[in-house]
């Protein structure tokens, strides 16, 4: 049975024996703005700005903490379909964004989704040193979780990838983002124990 750790709920990170290899990226690349469109709830007398991009982004190691296994998603990170709302109609707010990805590396390739919060500092006081702000504009930060569907190496054909990204950009009001986009990508290739 594959596994599955990209489902809510799964018990297969308690139940199976599984195999760990980190993740460590480095990322640049750019955010392609493709469409916006502004809604409105009478009701709740609120307004959202929907906006859909498309995310190409170099993926690179960052040597003191990818393995072995990781080095072989060197290559390309493409989001076709990153889906954001902005609270307030105005892409410069806070919001929450997913989309689904194709990580094409020099020897495997993964499909997967990631899911996040933007426009929103984490990294702020009272809890760790002052780097950021509650309102920090520009910052997209979630999970992401696939399935590496080919490899040179035939044991990671089916093991998972999973771990947090966080991406900076520049912020636009109409349009949510566009331009240049850089970031870090910290996780784990998972796979389950063969027999």
Known sequence: MPLDLCTPGNRDLLERNICLSALSKNLKGELKPLHHALER????KCRTLKTIHFLELRVTTNAPCDSPPGRLLDGNFIVRNLITAFENGDGTRRGIHEGDFLWKGKGAVAVGSISGITNAGTHRQPVFDKCQTCDAKGWMEGRFCG???????????GCQVIGTYRFHFDPTKTEGGRGGISGTLEGEIVCACPG
Do not use: D, G, V, Y
């Open 41 to 44: 709830c009478a009701k709740l």
């Open 147 to 157: 399935t590496i569907r080919e490899s040179r190496r035939a044991q990671l054909r």
